[in-house]
């Protein structure tokens, strides 16, 4: 693919003077983080462990993902982009201290999902060639880093795009259907959780980062592209069968540590977030919740995640849900490292369960886990339907 492309920049054109510069590299940022309002107090992995629900009260036969980086468990191993995580110091807390391809020191919040659902342990991504059939029956991750639902986001690193995961998705169905039948695969899917947690890219890899799109969309008009785009790739999953399904808002996309980096005049001595882009993610938040408020299909649970408000309670009051450490990542300075900035070379910090990020970039296992922890009203209520 050529030299390696992290140190690209480009010029924010549509925000404020304090948003300058945009690094590609937040390519792997995405959903950043399963949040939701139930957040409430301090959780740590030492404190409350997840048991799994009951299997009786739970109608959930498996849990499908789709989307970018902090929900791809290792999609991205298997094809040719730079985007990727399956190296040391990535995985340090895994079992086995196994570099998976996911963006953490750890789990994901959909490996906490699918075993409090007592599923399984970890959601497997779906490109691994060594996963059998009875794996798959029970779900998988189609999610790649770097994607975005605007199909130019994904062509930036040559991951894999939204409409690719859904025709993996058709395809995955095809497999069941030849090895337990088409009733048997109907009730399957008809069962299963869906998350899709996707959209920061499109903003921080593509429009602001690239002239492209920015050429022929205003932010307000490009809002409305992704939620055009977000509510076909929807409905090419209820035309599948998919009934409950689980929507998940953008972040404080101007809190991240890397985003501070790259746009603070004073990036090492306030680390403030830049609101411009913040606003931006609010905006399409309240747009996306209509939308799937007003969408009535009959059979059908579609229900929208809050992340935003959770994970700025977060990182702007750490101390209250077990942090220290709000500012930057466990890995390397934790201002900029991430993806092959955050390796085998990089220092670590001592104790990442007390840190939000563990790169400049993604969540520690111990913020996915208090991520989790508050979103089980929700999801109780979700598997239980």
């Known amino acids: 693919m050529g030299g390696f492309p992290y140190h690209f920049t480009a010029r924010m054109w549509s925000l404020s003077s304090s948003v300058r510069h945009i690094p590609v590299l937040f390519l792997l940022h995405p959903l950043l983080l399963l949040l939701s309002s139930h957040v409430a107090e301090a959780r740590t992995l030492e404190t409350e462990q997840i048991r799994p629900l009951n299997r009786s009260s739970s109608s959930v036969s498996a849990v499908f993902v789709f989307g970018d980086s902090t929900v791809d468990p290792g999609n991205n191993n298997y094809i040719e982009t730079v985007a990727k995580s399956n190296f040391p110091p990535y995985g340090k807390d895994f079992p086995n201290q ?9 789990r994901l919040v959909t490996d906490f999902l699918a075993s409090y659902a007592g599923i399984k342990d970890f959601i497997p991504p779906y490109l691994d060639p ?5 794996d798959l029956k029970t779900g998988v991750s189609f999610a790649s880093a770097s994607t975005g639902f605007d199909p130019l986001t994904a062509q930036l690193f040559g991951v894999i795009s939204m409409e690719k995961q ?16 088409k009733e ?11 998350l899709i947690s996707c959209g920061t890219n499109d903003f921080i890899v593509n429009y602001y980062a690239t002239p492209i799109r920015r050429q022929t969309y205003t932010v307000s008009t490009y809002q409305h592209l992704l939620l055009q785009l ?20 953008l972040p404080p996309m101007g809190c991240v540590p890397a985003v501070i980096t790259m746009n603070s005049d004073h990036a090492l001595t306030h680390r403030g977030c830049i609101e411009s882009l913040s606003s931006v993610a609010r905006d399409y938040n309240r747009l996306l919740r209509n939308k799937l408020t007003a969408m009535r299909i009959p059979g059908a649970k579609i229900i929208y995640i809050e992340i935003y408000k959770p994970l700025e309670d977060l990182i702007k009051k750490p101390q209250q849900f077990g942090f220290d450490e709000v500012n930057c990542g466990c890995c390397g300075s ?30 520690t296992e111990a913020a996915y886990h208090n991520i989790f922890l508050g979103l089980r009203p929700i999801v109780d209520l979700f598997l239980k339907a």
């Open 334 to 363: 934790g201002t900029i490292e991430l993806s092959v900035l955050c390796n085998s070379l990089s220092a670590v910090c001592s104790d990442d369960s007390k840190y939000v990020f563990w790169d400049s970039v993604h969540p």
């Open 230 to 249: 977000g509510q076909q790739f929807l409905q090419g999953l209820l035309e599948m069968g998919a009934r409950k399904i689980a929507f998940v808002g």
């Open 166 to 181: 859904l025709k993996y998705f058709k395809e995955y169905k095809s497999r069941m259907e030849v090895y337990i039948g």
């Open 130 to 134: 060594t996963l059998s059939l009875e």
């Open 184 to 194: 048997r695969t109907k009730t399957l899917i008809s069962k299963a959780v869906f």
């Open 98 to 106: 196994v570099p998976t391809g996911r963006f953490t020191n750890g």
